[in-house]
């Protein structure tokens, strides 16, 4: 008896749960019911959101543009090695009558680079500087040596006394972008379409 009691109760607390839902969609006696729609799916470039870029941002993408162009130049590429305690890779773009661009990365912060360069006895020397303005901003001085396939040199912070100057040894990666690995690799094979 107590079972039948147990699911007696239980049939009406679910019907009593369904008939609220369904009165809670009436506003008033006689009054139209609200009737929910879904909204219509807003496609927005996502290039266009937020402010427009920064000069520094736009010289960064000049200069990821040239590197394709100048790729076969023995000095233009990236140059990946430790910096202190993190890594950085300096990105040499174009070389063109004396004058340098490029830029880093460096714990996540990606700086445009400009300079001098000069090429002695097959070495490249570069003075190149960071904009100034960001607190980790500074001076690059370093050589590259394409027989060696290595550049080394020195950075000095414009402002004194956030971070010591750095000396660093870096080599040369050829990026390339493998879809087969990564913790989601079926993921870069996949082709997007829509649904």
Known sequence: MNKVAIIFILLLSVIACQSKKES??????????????????????ARTIGPPKSAEQLLIEEAVMKMKINESEPSIGYWVGMFGKNKI???????????????TVCAGNYRPITGLVNIVQGEYQFDMN??????????????????????????????????????????????????????YPQASNRLLTKR
């Open 24 to 45: 809670a969609l009436e506003i008033v006696e006689g009054e139209p019911k609200i009737q929910i729609e879904s909204a219509p799916i807003v496609k927005v470039n």
């Open 89 to 103: 890779n300096i990105a040499i773009a174009e070389i063109d009558q004396g004058k340098a661009l490029g830029y």
């Open 130 to 183: 960071e904009p100034g303005t960001d607190q980790y901003d500074g001076h690059f001085v370093f050589t590259i040596n394409p027989d060696s396939n290595s550049l080394s040199g020195n950075w000095d912070p414009f402002k004194k006394g956030i971070v010591a100057g750095k000396k660093y040894k870096l080599v040369k990666m050829v990026y390339s972008y493998n879809a087969e690995i990564g913790k």
